[in-house]
Antibody, heavy 119, light 110 residues
Framework: QVQLVESGGGVVQPGGSLRVSCTASGFTFTDYGMHWVRQAPGKGLEWVAFIRFDGTFQSYAASVRGRFTISRDNSKNNLYLQMNSLRSEDTAMYYC????????????WGQGTLVIVSP | QTVVTQEPSLSVSPGGTVTLTCGLSSGSVSNSFFPSWYQQTPGQTPRTLLYNTGTRSSGVPDRFSGSILGNKAALTITGAQAEDECDYYCVLHVGSGIWVFGGGTKLTVL
């Protein structure tokens, strides 16, 4: 069965950097695009970034473009989100999510990793 | 900036039918936006309900259906049950690989 396990969350100061990871199993990772979605405490879901199956295309929400970078290592079945210049409003649960082969909608979600940006 | 709109809250009686909608601040939603719907109980991971407008994800009961109604995407629950009380989110592909979630609808079953 599809499993997505995020890691790397924690507390970071404003202006700092953090990289969160997602390890995928139960499907052929190299065949599917992947998303990052976040949810601030008590708030709704916010799409963050997408990467194509082969890593040749990335897209970002306006709120993170230029600060966050999505990447993947297909040899390790790993997805990453490098977050720089962090702000308090980036505090959220970060979910890794698998995209469908066509259309790229999300079909499976990880359990999330919590990132807190605080002095 | 594109804003995806959803009703902040709705209520339905047990066994009743309710329709949640997903619109755009400017323009109409069509199948080409690949509307999809997600269900989330507070404190839990989101669950995919529907994708590509109206295709149910594996294991989703057939009381959940999706469509385009007028200029919006719609999620209809027919025969609502107590366990359907939670938050529902839609997301649209607005172009260039960019996706935007709606603000979510809190559904109450009472």
């Amino acid at each position: 069965q599809v499993q997505l396990v995020e890691s790397g969350g924690g507390v970071v100061q404003p202006g700092g950097s953090l990289r969160v990871s997602c390890t995928a199993s139960g499907f052929t990772f190299t065949d599917y695009g992947m998303h990052w979605v976040r949810q601030a405490p008590g708030k709704g879901l916010e799409w963050v970034a997408f990467i194509r199956f082969d890593g040749t295309f990335q897209s970002y929400a306006a709120s993170v473009r230029g600060r966050f970078t999505i990447s993947r290592d297909n040899s390790k079945n790993n997805l990453y989100l490098q977050m720089n210049s962090l702000r308090s409003e980036d505090t959220a649960m970060y979910y890794c999510a698998k995209a469908m082969r066509t259309g790229y909608e999300i079909d499976y979600w990880g359990q999330g990793t919590l990132v807190i940006v605080s002095p | 900036q594109t804003v995806v709109t959803q009703e902040p809250s709705l209520s339905v009686s047990p066994g009743g039918t309710v329709t949640l909608t997903c619109g755009l601040s400017s323009g109409s939603v069509s199948n080409s936006f690949f509307p999809s719907w997600y269900q989330q109980t507070p404190g839990q991971t989101p669950r995919t309900l529907l994708y590509n407008t109206g295709t149910r994800s594996s294991g989703v009961p057939d009381r959940f259906s999706g469509s385009i109604l007028g200029n919006k995407a719609a999620l209809t629950i027919t025969g609502a049950q107590a366990e359907d009380e939670c938050d529902y989110y839609c997301v649209l592909h607005v172009g260039s690989g960019i996706w935007v979630f709606g603000g979510g609808t809190k559904l109450t079953v009472l």
